[in-house]
């Protein structure tokens, strides 16, 4: 039998098309949420940064957004991944939680420090003179910065944000260090099994190579719509 013949007869007849579907479900869902809790936590967190006050309360809620996305950033994921799963679960008593929520709650924390900064980048590029143009017809500082300012930081970093989404796609093949089937626990199965690892590893890549272009494509997309309703306004 070829190489390619041991690889479709244990991922046909053998099962392997199962976890192989489990894994492409368990590593949208980790990637699509972790964005998603990423996005709500880097608005929060960019957010406060742009609070022009100087009480204490405000102070101590910047300074704790400053240690949030310096720890994130500077640790590895693996390593964010293997302290929840093996340590601050079990410690807290939460060692019930399934393998796929903690990875989803790693990943949105992790992807909310990257965004914090992208956010915060994106509101910096627009012309400060907006949001004096707001406050000059009469909005306060929070509504010039939810009407005006945010709605043109996020048309810049549409393309950013896409590659955040790129990456935690990519990512989450370290999920399989805590027990998750993904797309590449998938294949490392059925390559253990036949002890033939070049047409399993050569699918695997052609996988993530068709999900990172669809994403691509449809950031361009959301792109083109953006630029085209800017230009009916």
């Known amino acids: 039998m070829s190489n390619f ?7 046909s007849q053998g099962g392997g098309y199962v976890d192989y579907l489990i894994g492409l479900q368990n590593t949208a ?3 699509v949420l972790g964005l998603v809790i990423g996005f709500i936590i880097g608005s929060l967190v960019a957010l406060v940064k742009f609070i022009p006050s100087n009480k204490w309360p405000v102070k101590i ?3 704790i957004g400053d240690v949030y996305v310096t720890v994130l950033r500077g640790t590895p994921m693996i390593v964010q991944l293997l302290l929840v799963h093996f340590a ?7 060692g019930w939680v399934n393998s796929v929520a903690q990875a989803v709650i790693v990943f949105g924390l992790n992807s909310g420090a990257y965004m914090a900064e992208i956010i915060r980048s994106g509101v910096n590029a627009v012309d400060p003179g907006q949001m004096e143009a707001g406050r000059c017809v009469g909005l306060s500082y929070s509504e010039s910065m939810i009407k005006i300012v945010l709605p043109q930081a996020f048309k810049n970093i549409v393309p950013t944000i896409g590659n955040e989404f790129i990456t935690l796609l990519k990512e989450t093949s370290v999920v399989s260090f805590i027990a998750v089937i993904d797309l590449t626990k998938s294949m490392d199965s059925i390559a253990n099994s036949t002890y033939e690892y070049f047409v399993p590893y050569i699918f695997l890549a052609i996988t993530y190579l068709i999900l990172v272009l669809g994403i691509s494509y449809g950031i361009k997309l959301l792109e083109r719509r953006l630029k085209k309703n800017e230009r009916h306004q």
């Open 5 to 11: 013949e041991i690889f479709w007869s244990k991922f």
């Open 29 to 31: 869902i980790i990637a």
């Open 61 to 63: 809620l910047k300074g």
């Open 88 to 94: 601050l679960f079990p410690m807290m008593g939460l």
